[in-house]
């Protein structure tokens, strides 16, 4: 059974590292145990507040809560045709089936039926038009989750339907002009142009390069599927146990379901087995479906979807279409660009129009484009309404200006890279985005460099030609390719959070904000925060769940600021409680309270020394408020929504990657060998969980490109990709053998939560070298300075016909 | 020795040992599944459901069994897609065993209960972030665990991968779990009392083999029963006297058809049971396949006889599936896009049928008569694969195309064979699953090498044949155009592979070959 690893084509020494090696180019644990024992608990990496509860499968997921007494379970029941309406429904099979206790329609619903979250154009349960294949039509309720599935399940017979032809690509939308939110337009001269300027300059260019480029789309594949629990209280109040990222949205949909205020309902989240944006609006048809249930029948209602039912009825990312023209020099440094992105919203607006706004703001990635013209439509479509995932149409819009610069360098015979560079953004000039905010912090330059001489580039740039040279079938490619991403909502009054900390009078603290935790270890880093504020051991903080009855009107924990914005405003109370205990402390002990220092569980005052817990039992004698709010809301922002400009983003985050691959041009299969990359975190809160985040979307975003594919039947627009037997999400043998991840060196320049920067979605644009890598090899295929026209996902089908196309003579 | 069908009143309970005890049960329906036992009956939420199909692993747990010789066997499996009354006999882990099996900490102090080192490492490499995988990670590792521990080995990183390969996390990218499956086996070991599992199943091996009843869901006066039989013989005269119930091996189908499909498959007979359908060994000249072997048996067999086999064997589904499913029960299933039938049809397997005491043998290619339809008469059964041992003088490949290399369905596979008189092909066979309603051998593409000399332009004219061979179809897994073309090209790459002047190795001919696999 022993198959040799042959020298030529594993010439990694270090591949397969063993964990130490690991660790040891991640972290420093000695500079972090020092950095410990002079009281810091940030910049620590802290294992995730919930490592314990994980691991030993005691952690509690929503379905995980003990069932009250009586509960209830629902489960719906889906159109089976994409697009047409609904004639009847002939429900009483389904009632007649074990265990069924009440069959609910739209008709049913007390309040609106809707959860649109921005336009209201999301119907909970269908109101005569059906508008995708899987939109619920009706919600059956039973004694067991079994009964309720198996009696839903008789959909397709139940429902009387008069069948439409579905539109079903964006392309196809776009060609009827029919879109969900009205088209962007985003036109930007340097030098005073408009739109047939720009395009007359693209046209004087020395060179120009036009085409286009397909970008599926991806499931979050949360593996924790959508459920909502709610449980009726009195006086028509109800409590929500949902698995969502936007707490406060949930309870304003809740709300309006039922015809209750917002101080009726109480939505409640522990945690989430993962979220990736697919819980920040969608979570809501849950939500108001199990209280609409709940309310109706005054029993305790569970709606926990199957897998299947989960694909086929939320949406997820948006794929792109792109048509693009840009002219650029013989350096390849780009003149002028216009781009057109069209992209799959599916049948309502949901989350599609900042999901474009952002597409567009992040068409630069790390880019100068003195002259551009960008329009963005958002094709309505009958399929699942896409919404958010990581990076939020980020990482569509940047991708489309790094197959371009691909694009150039093959057209031009140059390094990839070195095109990369001609184009990024300068440190005093050549720093305005197309929206008009000046770059302050740009660090790609230095961050770049050091990747490159790192990874070892250009060795490895001749290894892989040499190695090309003499592989009759397989080719191997690399890629190196930066990331710039802007950190805040690109609407500003979602940048706003507040927090509340309780100190007891044992001395142990419990900490409540409006971020939600999914993994992303937000709760983690913000009792970091409070620890380090407070000088205590880690143990002593507590975070609980996110409630809409303590902290209010907050924000979704989306756009990568979680901990930007909850942290600061989980510190600002820490500061306060922090400030009264020193004037106590001054006042008992002598001394001046702005001398009273907190570490290590012990606060030094007026000379003498006594315990963290010592104190707050003094203060609580003293009558001192030992409990806090914290309030925060990001200083600088502006965003006018018509011109599309201003200044939307708090600051930017760096990072880049550098992949290798080896691909097969008999069958398109293809392997990452090795991936290096360099991150930009600011001044880590906590480089363990950091680093986690940048190689889970590292992973993450390789699969978005390469093997998670979604496909709709092209007549039905049934999603034939509906479950992980047929959607393909990477696993341990996609990780590659090689993985060198380590965090820049450097500091936020805003006044972030300890200079730190967000990290939640910046990462998932560093696989765009993965993608890059196996175009590179593909062009090693062909004929010398032949455009691969590789499409993503790069599956092997999708690389075999590039691969065919550059072959051709 | 025979036993009646019982009556529901008659049967005795499913009996199995879970977290020190053994449990009992009576009146669960037939298709109730390990999982939703654990989740809502017996509260063990450790355990997740992440898809309810086997293909996430967020439901993990590990079955104990003892062997022929008596030894507790480990296997990792997917709690979603087993049924209970399979558990008969057998033990059953799960996350919530870890801890018990750490020593208590010496001194008192009232700290918290220790971790296990599976557990322990997968903290200390922040080898969870959302969590709700973790379990079924940690249940997948502890089966590596002790498998090592009893060997006195450590498995390398890329066993690590391949043990995980049933178990998806959309977090951590995996490389910290991985290093926390290395990181196990420098932490303090854990104890883990085998002798007291092996006397508990000892115990329950006492136990009359089971036939348990219990009443139908939803259609009222019925009972479905679920058959357990221990000899072979017991299993062909339950054959003949029920030809309308299901067989039943791994479930990894079946389970499916009723978490996703509702369908009602009746009475059940099991084949798990059945020691002597479970061995894989050489018989006269040939490799015999009891048809309970489990997959990863049976492609360990295969494997150690043509290494070229082994990525093949690796990427049919996944670790946890290899585990329960069978390739007796992937042969009789008979889908088109199978894995083994067009590796068994290369090596010129025959499949063993019984019906009542006769004994029938049938070459592969001959079991399948149309899309899911194959040649099994009333009240038989596949009882093994045959394959002679002959057939691995051939030079053998095996060629799996999909999206992802871990746990998919194939785009196309091939089972690839063939022996060369100086460099004229003296004999080839070429079979292709995914390419056509049923797993088929590329006739006019074989005719067309037969007799001629191995260079590229038998190979072209092989190709051309193939067209003729196959009019495959466009799914969402690959297109027509796709997989004709691949299949051309794979039989350029098994030119490569296999020419007589200057064969490439798999380190120039496949891009998994930087996966070290193997021991």
Known sequence: ?809 | MTHATPSSADARPIRFYHRGAVVSIQGMHTTRTVLDWLREDVRCTGTKEGCNEGDCGACTVVLGELDANGQLQLASVNACIQFLPTLDGKALFTVEDLQAMTPAQSCCGGAAQPLHPVQQALVECHGSQCGFCTPGFAMSLWNTYEQHRQAGTRPTRQQLADDLSGNLCRCTGYRPILDAGQRMFDLPAAAFDRAAVARALQALAQEPALAYGAAHHTISERTDHFHAPRTLEDLARLRLEQPQARLLAGSTDIGLWVNKQFRDVGDLIYLGGVRELRAVEERDGALWIGAGATLEQAWAALAARAPALTDVWLRFASTPIRHAGTMGGNVANGSPIGDSAPILMALDAQVELRRGAAVRRLPLPDFYLDYMKNALQEGEFVQAIVVPLAAFARQVRGYKISKRFDCDISALCAGMAIALDGETVASVRLAYGGMAATVQRAARAESALLGQPWTEDSVRAAQQALAQDFQPLTDMRASSAYRLQVAQNLLQRLWLETRPQGPLDAGRTSVFSVLPHGV
């Not at chain 1, 009706?138 to 017979?157: D, S």
């Not at chain 1, 650029?328 to 949901?350: C, E, K, W």
């Not at chain 1, 600011?682 to 979604?710: C, H, K, Y």
């Open chain 1, 1 to 809: 059974m022993n198959k040799p690893v042959p020298g030529h084509v594993l010439n990694h020494p270090a591949a397969f590292a063993p964990y130490q090696d690991n660790q040891r180019l991640r972290l420093d644990p000695g500079a972090e145990a020092r950095a410990h024992q002079a009281g810091a608990r940030v910049g620590i990496s802290q294992a995730h507040e919930s490592a314990v509860l994980h691991v030993s499968g005691s952690a509690t997921y929503t379905d995980d809560i003990p069932e009250l007494a009586g509960t209830l379970h629902c489960a719906l029941g889906l159109a089976p045709v994409a697009a047409g309406r609904l004639l009847g429904m002939d429900l009483d099979t389904v009632r007649a089936m074990p265990g069924v206790v009440r069959v609910f329609t739209a008709a049913d619903i007390p309040g609106a039926n809707d959860w649109g979250s921005i336009v209201h154009d999301d119907p909970i349960l269908c109101d005569g038009e059906i508008r995708y294949l899987g939109q619920p039509v009706f919600a059956v309720v039973a004694r067991t989750r079994e009964q309720a599935r198996r009696a839903a399940a008789l959909a397709r017979q139940a429902l009387r339907v008069e069948a439409a032809p579905p539109v079903l690509t964006p392309r196809e939308a776009h060609a009827r002009g029919q879109y969900v939110v009205p088209p962007m337009h985003l036109v930007r001269s340097s030098s005073g142009l408009d739109e047939a300027g720009i395009r007359a300059r693209i046209a004087a260019a020395p060179h120009r390069l036009q085409g286009s480029l397909d970008v599926g789309g991806q499931e979050q594949f949360y593996l924790e599927g959508q459920i909502s629990y709610a449980i009726p209280k009195e006086g028509n109040a109800i409590h929500v146990h949902c698995s969502t990222q936007h707490p406060s949205e949930m309870q304003h949909l809740v709300a309006h379901a039922l015809g209750v205020h917002a101080h009726a309902v109480q939505v409640e989240c522990r945690r989430m087995g993962g979220g990736f944006g697919g819980k920040e609006s969608q979570s809501a048809l849950f939500a108001c479906m199990a209280s609409v249930a709940a309310r109706l029948l005054a029993r305790p209602v569970k709606l926990r979807v199957d897998r299947d039912d989960d694909f086929l009825i939320t949406g997820r990312r948006h794929c792109f279409w792109y048509e693009y023209d840009v002219g650029y020099d013989d350096a390849g440094r780009i003149l002028g660009a216009a781009v057109t992105m069209v992209s799959r919203a599916g049948h309502s607006a949901d989350l599609s129009a900042p999901v474009m706004t952002r597409a567009l703001c992040h068409f630069d990635n790390a880019y100068w484009l003195p002259e551009v013209a960008m329009h963005g439509f958002c094709g309505k479509t009958n399929t699942q309404s896409n919404t958010a995932f990581r990076g939020f149409g980020g990482p569509q819009g940047a991708i489309a200006i790094e197959y371009i610069l691909d694009g150039i360098a093959r057209a031009l015979g140059h390094d990839p890279l070195a095109v990369r560079r001609a184009n990024f953004y300068g440190r005093g000039e050549r720093n305005v985005t197309p929206y008009l905010q000046t770059v302050r912090d740009n660090v790609i330059h230095e961050l770049v460099d050091q990747l490159e001489e790192r990874s070892g580039y250009q060795a490895r740039r001749t290894a892989v030609a040499a190695f090309n040279a003499t592989s009759p079938v397989l080719k191997r490619g690399l890629a190196l390719t930066p990331v710039k991403f802007g950190i805040s909502f690109n609407v500003k009054h979602f940048n706003q959070a507040g927090a509340l900390v309780h100190v007891y009078t044992d001395g142990s603290i419990l900490v409540n904000h409006g971020g939600t935790e999914m993994g992303q270890g937000l709760n983690t880093k913000v009792a970091q925060v409070v620890a380090h504020e407070l000088g205590v051991a880690f143990e002593r903080v507590r975070v609980t769940a996110t409630d809409t009855s303590k902290v209010a009107n907050t924000s979704a924990t989306a756009a990568s600021t979680g901990t930007d914005l909850n942290g600061k405003a989980a510190q600002d109370a820490a500061r306060q409680i922090r400030a009264r205990l020193a004037a106590c402390a001054a006042a008992r002990h002598g001394g001046s309270a702005e001398d009273v220092r907190f570490a290590n569980d012990q606060v030094w005052v007026g000379g003498r020394q006594l315990a963290f817990d010592a104190l707050v039992g003094e203060a609580y004698l003293d009558r001192v408020q030992l409990w806090s709010d914290g309030f925060y809301a990001t200083p600088g922002l502006s965003w006018d929504k018509e011109r599309m400009q201003g200044h939307p983003f708090y600051y930017f985050a760096y990072g880049a990657a550098c992949s290798e691959v080896v691909v097969d041009t008999l069958t398109g299969e293809w392997k990452l060998l090795r991936a290096d990359v360099l991150h930009d975190v600011g001044r880590s809160l906590n480089p363990a969980v950091d680093i986690g985040q940048v190689e889970g979307a590292f992973i993450q975003g390789m699969g978005w490109l390469t093997m998670e594919e979604l496909v709709w039947h092209p007549t039905s627009g049934l999603l034939l990709t509906h479950a992980p037997s047929t959607y393909k999400i990477p696993t341990a043998n996609d990780c590659p053998p090689e993985f060198n991840v380590q965090l820049f060196e450097g500091e936020n320049a805003e006044d972030s939560i300890h200079r730190s920067k967000a990290v939640g979605e910046p990462p998932l644009l560093l696989p765009f070298s993965v993608f890059f890598a196996i175009r590179d090899a593909v062009a090693a295929a062909g004929a010398r300075r032949k455009l691969p026209p590789l499409q993503a996902p790069a599956t092997s089908e999708a690389i075999l016909r590039a691969i065919t196309a550059v072959q051709a003579p």
